[in-house]
């Protein structure tokens, strides 16, 4: 059974830090690029980032570039988003989701539609 599991989430005021983190299981962890998503209230989904870490492919949002830094453990299977200096337009609910043979990410995009499998899904707030 495929299973990937947020953690991580919660409030923090704005400037603060949270580490998320995106267990995964029931599929070959290197042959996939592990994105992280997020929609905020009343606003469709967004890409923010992606990883395969076996290629060596890391890709950003405009919006977090910078602040924000993707990473995995292959051992664990396990991946990674380290969110630093969070504005409260941040706040929204993550997930993250794994594309099989992919990087992910494309000129510019993170096409949902590569995405075979998703996490529930972890809240973030912001506070001002």
């Known amino acids: 059974e495929v299973q990937l599991v947020e953690s991580g989430g919660g409030l923090v005021q704005a400037g603060g830090s949270l580490r998320l983190s995106c267990a995964t299981s029931?599929?070959?962890?290197?042959?996939?690029?592990i994105g992280w998503f997020r929609q905020a209230p009343g606003k469709g989904r967004e890409g923010v980032s992606a990883i395969r870490r076996s290629v060596g492919d890391t890709s950003y949002a405009d919006s977090v570039k910078g602040r924000f830094s993707i990473s995995s453990d292959s051992a664990k299977k396990t991946a990674y988003l380290q969110m630093n200096s969070l504005k409260p337009e941040d706040t929204a609910v993550y997930y993250c989701?794994?594309?099989?043979?992919?990087?992910?990410?494309?000129?510019?995009?993170?096409?949902?539609?590569?995405?075979?499998?998703w996490g529930q899904g972890t809240q973030v707030t912001v506070s001002s």
């Open positions: 029931g599929f070959p962890f290197d042959d996939y690029a």
């Open positions: 989701a794994a594309s099989y043979l992919t990087s992910g990410y494309y000129r510019g995009e993170f096409p949902e539609g590569w995405y075979e499998y």
